[in-house]
């Protein structure tokens, strides 16, 4: 099952930040956070991911709380090709480094 | 640069027939391979994970099987398809189970 809660749905307006939420107060210690987004009928792609520390990148900056209970992706300036499903992952890096997917955010940008 | 190739895109099924899906991977050498399943409407689900040549991980039992004959190759088999089989398959890699994997394009496959 997955380790992650998210909202089903959020909207943003163009050029706006999209701050997207994710909950997961069963992280361990040795768990990451991952982000991926998924646009419609296309296979996932990779967004960001981290362990303690904020982190950014060209796509995204992730924000994780001090007790690693809850994280944000942060879209500084959202388009219209942002919109996608989001997907927060805990992620071991045992067992293959697998990737457990629940349902994620979609994200709708709008005009 | 690392590419990802899977077909086919698209295919269109029988129940009871055999399925065969191939993924390749260009690049890189030795990576960790996987293959997800997305039913209509849901999360993507792990099937195999695949660490070496030979090496198989099942992560739910069903009528599905995996195999990787060559490094950069990993293959989705299953002798009689189900109704339920129906979904969008993705593999992915990644250079270790440390790093980020990458999807390819996908199959979207319909059982009938």
């Known amino acids: 099952d997955a380790k992650t809660t998210q909202p089903p749905s959020m909207d943003c307006a163009e050029g706006r930040a999209a701050n997207l939420p994710c909950n997961h107060s069963?992280?361990?210690?040795?768990?990451?956070v991952y982000w991926y987004r998924q646009i419609h009928s296309q296979g996932p792609q990779y967004i960001i991911h981290g362990l303690k520390n904020n982190e950014t990148n060209e796509m995204a900056s992730l924000i994780i709380t001090e007790d690693r209970k809850s994280s944000t992706l942060i879209l500084p300036h959202a388009t219209l090709r942002d919109t996608a499903v989001y997907y927060c992952?805990?992620?071991?890096?045992?067992?293959?480094?697998?990737?457990?997917f629940g349902q994620g955010t979609e994200l709708s940008v709008k005009p | 640069s690392q590419t990802i190739h899977q077909w086919p895109a698209t295919l269109v099924q029988p129940v009871g027939s055999p399925l065969s899906l191939e993924c390749t991977v260009e690049g890189t050498s030795n990576p960790n391979l996987y293959w997800y399943r997305q039913a209509a409407g849901r999360g993507l689900q792990l099937l195999f994970y695949s660490v070496g040549i030979g090496q198989i991980s099942s992560e739910v039992p069903q009528n599905l099987s995996a195999s990787r004959p060559q490094d950069r190759q990993f293959i989705l088999s299953s002798k009689k398809l189900l109704l339920s089989d129906s979904g969008f398959y993705l593999c992915a890699w990644g250079r270790t189970s440390y790093n980020e994997q990458f999807f390819g394009p996908g199959t979207r496959l319909t059982v009938l």
């Open positions: 069963t992280i361990s210690g040795n768990e990451y």
């Open positions: 992952i805990v992620r071991s890096h045992n067992q293959g480094g697998k990737l457990i």
